[in-house]
Nanobody, 124 residues
């Protein structure tokens, strides 16, 4: 059974940093694209970032570009999202997801496996 477990969320002041982790078990993510999405209260789930296995590139939503960095450690079977200069509008539940095809996409339907989410709250 494939499981994705996010951790690292919490409460932080605006301008602060958090590092989210997504530990995967039940499959090897070395050839997966890994993505991060978020959902704020009353809003739809939105794309944050993805890292592609097929070309090694990473992609970001415009709202987080320059502040967030996605990475993955294949040896640890874990993906990460480093979030710097956090803003109150970054407050949301953050989800990681795995795409076995490895392309990396901004659409949630491209991902087969999802974590349960971790709460990030940024105070002003």
């Amino acid at each position: 059974q494939v499981q994705l477990v996010e951790s690292g969320g919490g409460l932080v002041q605006a301008g602060g940093s958090l590092r989210l982790s997504c530990a995967v078990s039940g499959r090897t993510i070395s050839r997966d694209a890994m993505g991060w999405f978020r959902q704020a209260p009353g809003k739809e789930r939105e794309f944050v970032s993805t890292i592609s296995w097929s070309n090694g590139n990473s992609y970001y939503a415009t709202s987080v570009k320059g502040r967030f960095t996605i990475s993955k450690d294949n040896a640890k079977n874990t993906a990460y999202l480093q979030m710097n200069n956090l803003k109150p509008e970054d407050t949301a539940v953050y989800y990681c997801a795995a795409d076995p095809l490895g392309y990396g996409a901004s659409t949630a339907t491209s991902y087969d496996y999802w974590g349960q989410g971790t709460q990030v709250t940024v105070s002003s």
